[in-house]
Structure formats: C-alpha cells, structure tokens
C-alpha cells in the first residue's frame, strides 16, 4: 500500500507551510505529496492568509523537492484551458524532473468561480470529456507534428503540442462516484483511479464498474491503479486521537466511521480492509498541517505494517 499525503490549502496555508509539508513528507519517505485545487475556504474556517494555485505551488514545490512525486486531487477542469494546460503540467513536469501526476476533475464548487469572476459552466462532464481529450492528445502528439482537434467545447488548429513532459507519459488519474460516465472515462483515459472519501462498500462497488468499463473498452483492469482518499487521525493514544479531532473540528467516532482515525493499529487495521476490496494507494488527507508530528507517527508506526 502506497502512502500519500494529500492537502487542502485552500482551508489556510501559505507557500511556505506546505513546502514544509512536502519536505517533511519526502524526508519520512511519503509516496507523494498532493493538493487540492480550490480558490475558496470551506466551513467555518476563515481561510487565512488566502488561497494559493495548484500548479504555482507544485512548480515551486518541483525546484525545492528532490523524489516525492507532484500532484492533483483534483486539477479542477472550470480553472484553465486545456491548451494552456498542457503547457503548465508538461512545464512543472520538465522542473521537478519528470515527478508529476496529473488528476483532473470537472470542477464543482460554484461559490468559488462566483467569488473569482470564474465561469461556471451547466454543462461541466462533456468539457471534462474534451479537456482530457485534448491534453493527452498535446502531450501524445510526436514532436515535429501538429495537433488539431475540433470538439463542441474546445478548438486547436494546427498546434505545434508543445512543450513535452518530462516523463514519456505523465499519469493521468480520474475519479469520482458517478456510476457510468466516470467509469468509462476512467477506461479511456486514466492510469489511476481515485475513489474519493467513500465507504468499503461504495469503494469496492466503484472499483468493480470500473474495471467492467475498462474490459468493456478492451483494456484490462489491472492496468489501472486503484486509490481512496480519506481524512487521517491518528494518535498514540485516546487523548491524542481525540486532540487531532479537535483540531481539525471533527468529532472521532464520526471519523473512525468514514476516515483512517484512531491508534496506528486501528489504522492499519482500517487500511487493510480497503486494500481488501482492491484499494493499492492511500491519499491521507491531512487537515492540520501545522502538525508535522502527525506525519512522523504515520510513517514510523502505520507505514511499516502497511507497506
């Protein structure tokens, strides 16, 4: 089981905090550092100091990190044009040295495109469907050749495609809960699959429909990778779970239902029967990045067992 740490800045963090994150989470050997891609707090939480964008961020992150892969949960389809962001990802891609992963999402919280001046399109899946489209298509596209591509969403005329990734293919990770569309996107193009804060019997249920429309689209399922994102608590003891909770204004019963809460052995436990039902990869979304400790007890006393 692969160990990721996962960020929500939008929440409060500035640049510097989360370079903290990602080095501490290189340094304790963490499979990758990821960041949502929000431009407004949610809840009660004020926010402060503002937000910061995704791919600023992992580009600065991809000069000051070393090994820890780079990426999105997810890159939210509304912010940018495919063509440009093409550029941006293969960009970032060329700086850290071919460590980035690229998730992408339709985009879903319109009080952020309102608070931004955003436009916030009725019709977001058959963008998303281009968008994906479109930026594969750039990065596939061998160098010398041009790239054309006419959709309902989305025109490029005789591109050029560049510039490349780094890597000779960036993976491409596509998630959600929805029971058809997603799962034949996900055959089509994705290299990963992320099942965002679900139960075993969702996770499991989506897992299956995936790999259906992966063998439906005559590809096999194990060429994917199949990944869970959920909140993580963890603590030596009660009180320390129960303080972590707090922190993050989570109550832990609720957490140890729906997330990784609880000692090391109670989320060692919780991670096994996620790899169970076919899960390989764990984002841990850590809601106090103030807590660099939280980070070191994961690694030292979850990530051995589960590893």
């Not at 899946?125 to 006419?150: D, I, M, S």
């Not at 090391?264 to 919780?270: F, S």
């Not at 400790?293 to 590893?307: C, K, N, R, T, Y």
Request: glycine share 10%.
């Amino acid at each position: 089981m692969d160990l990721r740490v996962f960020t929500e800045p939008q929440q409060g963090a500035t640049y510097e905090t989360l370079l903290r994150v990602a080095k501490a989470a290189e340094d304790l050997h963490y499979g990758a550092f990821f960041r949502s891609d929000h431009y407004l707090h949610m809840g009660s939480v004020d926010g402060l100091p503002g937000p910061t964008d995704a791919w600023i961020t992992l580009a600065g992150l991809a000069r000051e990190t070393d090994r820890i892969r780079l990426g999105t949960l997810m890159t939210a389809g509304t912010f940018r044009l495919p063509g440009v962001l093409a550029i941006q990802v293969a960009q970032v891609d060329q700086m850290s040295g071919g460590r980035v992963e690229f998730g992408l999402g339709s985009g879903w919280y319109e009080a952020e495109h309102e608070a931004y001046g955003i436009p916030f399109p009725k019709e977001k899946f058959g963008r998303l469907e281009e968008q994906l489209a479109v930026v594969t298509g750039l990065w596939n596209t061998p160098v010398g050749e041009r790239f054309t591509y006419e959709g309902k969403f989305y025109q490029l005329k005789d591109s050029p495609a560049l510039p490349k990734p780094a890597q000779p293919k960036v993976p491409v990770l596509i998630g959600g809960h929805g029971a058809k569309r997603t799962p034949a996107l996900a055959a089509r193009y994705a290299d990963e699959f992320n099942m965002p804060f679900a139960s075993l019997e969702d996770t499991e249920r989506q897992f299956q429909r995936v790999r259906a429309a992966a063998a439906e689209a005559g590809r096999d399922g194990d060429d994917l990778v199949y990944s869970n994102a959920l909140v993580a608590c963890v603590g030596r003891t009660d009180l320390e779970v129960k303080r972590r909770a707090d922190a993050i204004g989570r109550d832990v019963e609720e957490l140890k239902a729906n997330g990784l809460a609880g000692s090391p052995a109670e989320v060692v436990e919780r991670i096994a029967q996620f790899q169970g039902v076919g899960a390989q990869r764990m984002y841990l979304q850590m809601l106090d990045l103030d807590d660099l400790d939280h980070l070191e007890l994961i690694a030292s006393a979850v990530m051995p067992q589960v590893g």
